[in-house]
């Protein structure tokens, strides 16, 4: 049972990320649940590229005693997650940098009262 929390913990946090984007309606609220369903899919990658007792690939000379195929982590991943981040970040900043331009066109961050205002 134990070996199934990460996994447990990457369904809580995208339940969590969809509930905040589903049922909130600030805008500030909406975008921290999209940056939580983002960390749930890093830590599912993550969790996707461990290895019990496994060896880092930066390594160019194994320790001694291991064999390649078997005991070295998959770098792929891990180089997923890393792009991942890089790419949540600037959405994260595009995220925000659209919110403050329509809390300075329409003064408020609140879903319903933007719906009303359209123009």
Known sequence: MIEYIPYITVVAMIFIGLYAVLFR???IKIVIGI???E???NLFLV???YREGGVAPIYTSLPPGTT???EMVLPVPQALT???IVIGVAVLALMLSLVMHIYRKYGTLDVRKIRRLKE
């Open 25 to 27: 309606r600030n805008l």
């Open 35 to 37: 940056s939580i369903i």
């Open 39 to 41: 960390s749930g899919v």
């Open 47 to 49: 969790i996707l590229g």
């Open 68 to 70: 390649y195929p078997g």
């Open 82 to 84: 890393l792009t991942s």
